[in-house]
């Protein structure tokens, strides 16, 4: 696993581009790209096979509407029914978060078949064959934007070896009642000797304070109230960092001049970065499909490449998925979590494809 590699880090990136600014976020960002790329491969693969490169624009109105609105309607559907058809306006919210690739897979395919209908030339199996291979290059971007995020993390190691999501914390203490200026989670060098193998491992905060009218003696009592209730009292906090309810804050102040520097030693939990394993695995599947196109494009039977898609980025996603945080919480009690029981059909779909596509066999070589 990725974190044997790693020990572990505080990972705490400001989920947007510009730090600072609310707006754009990484994901948004991330997401947008893997369809600007996905545009010029489609523009390529037309290319090379003799293709109207014009109907690629067409194309990626279908992709991208599939996308966004199967997404959404997925996570609806699938996670929050009860949430969402109670207040049905909150579904158009998709700037808030909640997007469910099984529904976008569902989605896309639907819109594909209509894009062939509608297209002369280009049957449905030759097009959606193409649109999986950029598709597993734009899911390998969008899970690198969730990470860039720090959302859909995994389960605890219980190891010192991990990712501890730093960012919800500083979140949550942007909202003190002191004039914080900024404030960092990060790995501190000299705690290495309170590792003790557990996954529960040293986190240090610095805030950095303007002086404004407070008294160092004032701030003090402040900080180690709110600090302290922040870190445990919150579900978010109790998910990630592990600082002791009943134990005094380890907090130290100094004078900086212009300002106050806060140091709060503390300790977070290290997790899963499943998202980088989904975003490698999901660019390897890439490759892969990209070579088999390259070389075995001419012989290829219709559907074989969506098939090993299925299998290979459904498969891999259920075996990751034993390494990730539940969504929700009726999760909680299934032996197999919702992204698993979605991706066995797609999976077992994806096996019929491969075994139809190698009965027909490989198309005659053009004399």
Same mark, same amino acid.
């Given at each position: 696993?990725?974190?044997?590699?790693?020990?572990?880090?505080?990972?705490?990136?400001?989920?947007?581009?510009?730090?600072?600014?609310?707006?754009?976020?990484?994901?948004?960002?991330?997401?947008?790209?893997?369809?600007?790329?996905?545009?010029?491969?489609?523009?390529?693969?037309?290319?090379?096979?003799?293709?109207?490169?014009?109907?690629?624009?067409?194309?990626?109105?279908?992709?991208?509407?599939?996308?966004?609105?199967?997404?959404?309607?997925?996570?609806?559907?699938?996670?929050?029914?009860?949430?969402?058809?109670?207040?049905?306006?909150?579904?158009?919210?998709?700037?808030?978060?909640?997007?469910?690739?099984?529904?976008?897979?569902?989605?896309?395919?639907?819109?594909?078949?209509?894009?062939?209908?509608?297209?002369?030339?280009q049957s449905y199996l030759w097009v959606v064959d193409r649109i999986v291979i950029v598709t597993a290059m734009t899911g390998a971007l969008i899970r690198f934007g969730n990470l860039m995020n720090s959302e859909i993390g995994g389960k605890e190691t219980l190891t010192d070896n991990g990712f501890v999501y730093g960012w919800h914390i500083e979140e949550l203490l942007q909202s003190l009642r002191v004039p914080v200026e900024s404030i960092e989670a990060?790995?501190?060098?000299?705690?290495?000797?309170?590792?003790? %193998?557990?996954?529960?491992? $040293?986190?240090? /905060?610095?805030?950095? +304070? !303007?002086?404004?009218?407070?008294? #160092?003696?004032? &701030?003090?009592?402040?900080?180690?109230?709110?600090?302290?209730?922040?870190?445990?009292?919150?579900?978010?906090?109790?998910?990630?960092?592990?600082?002791?309810?009943?134990?005094?804050?380890?907090?130290?102040?100094?004078?900086?001049?212009?300002?106050?520097?806060?140091?709060?030693?503390?300790? %977070?939990?290290?997790?899963? $970065?499943?998202? /980088?394993?989904?975003? +490698? !695995?999901?660019?390897?599947?890439? #490759?892969?499909? &990209?070579?088999?196109?390259?070389?075995?494009?001419?012989?290829?039977?219709?559907?074989?490449?969506?098939?090993?898609?299925?299998?290979?980025?459904?498969?891999?996603?259920?075996?990751?998925?034993?390494?990730?945080?539940?969504?929700?919480?009726?999760?909680?009690?299934?032996?197999?979590?919702? %992204?698993?029981?979605?991706?066995?059909?797609?999976?077992?779909?994806? +096996?019929?494809?491969?075994?139809?596509? #190698?009965?027909?066999?490989?198309?005659?070589?053009?004399?």
């Amino acid at each position: 696993m990725l974190e044997l590699l790693l020990n572990y880090i505080v990972w705490d990136p400001s989920p947007s581009v510009i730090p600072g600014w609310e707006r754009p976020p990484w994901y948004s960002i991330l997401f947008a790209a893997g369809f600007v790329i996905s545009q010029q491969f489609m523009v390529y693969f037309f290319r090379k096979e003799g293709q109207d490169v014009n109907l690629v624009d067409k194309l990626t109105i279908y992709m991208v509407l599939a996308t966004i609105i199967g997404a959404r309607l997925g996570h609806v559907l699938f996670y929050e029914p009860e949430k969402y058809l109670s207040n049905p306006i909150d579904i158009l919210k998709v700037w808030e978060g909640g997007l469910a690739s099984h529904g976008a897979a569902i989605s896309i395919l639907l819109a594909l078949w209509i894009y062939a209908k509608k297209t002369p030339g280009q049957s449905y199996l030759w097009v959606v064959d193409r649109i999986v291979i950029v598709t597993a290059m734009t899911g390998a971007l969008i899970r690198f934007g969730n990470l860039m995020n720090s959302e859909i993390g995994g389960k605890e190691t219980l190891t010192d070896n991990g990712f501890v999501y730093g960012w919800h914390i500083e979140e949550l203490l942007q909202s003190l009642r002191v004039p914080v200026e900024s404030i960092e989670a990060y790995k501190p060098e000299d705690r290495s000797g309170e590792l003790q %193998g557990n996954g529960v491992v $040293p986190m240090n /905060i610095d805030i950095e +304070i !303007s002086k404004g009218t407070y008294e #160092l003696a004032d &701030l003090e009592s402040t900080l180690r109230r709110d600090v302290k209730y922040a870190l445990t009292q919150f579900n978010s906090s109790k998910n990630y960092y592990a600082e002791p309810v009943d134990t005094p804050l380890n907090l130290t102040i100094a004078d900086k001049g212009d300002h106050y520097l806060a140091t709060v030693r503390s300790f %977070g939990k290290a997790k899963h $970065p499943t998202q /980088i394993y989904e975003s +490698i !695995s999901y660019f390897i599947i890439f #490759l892969i499909l &990209l070579a088999i196109w390259n070389k075995y494009r001419e012989r290829t039977p219709e559907g074989l490449l969506l098939g090993l898609f299925f299998i290979s980025v459904f498969g891999t996603r259920f075996v990751w998925e034993f390494f990730k945080e539940n969504q929700v919480d009726f999760e909680d009690a299934m032996a197999f979590n919702m %992204g698993q029981i979605l991706s066995i059909p797609l999976v077992i779909g994806g +096996i019929v494809l491969v075994i139809r596509a #190698l009965k027909i066999g490989p198309k005659p070589l053009k004399s």
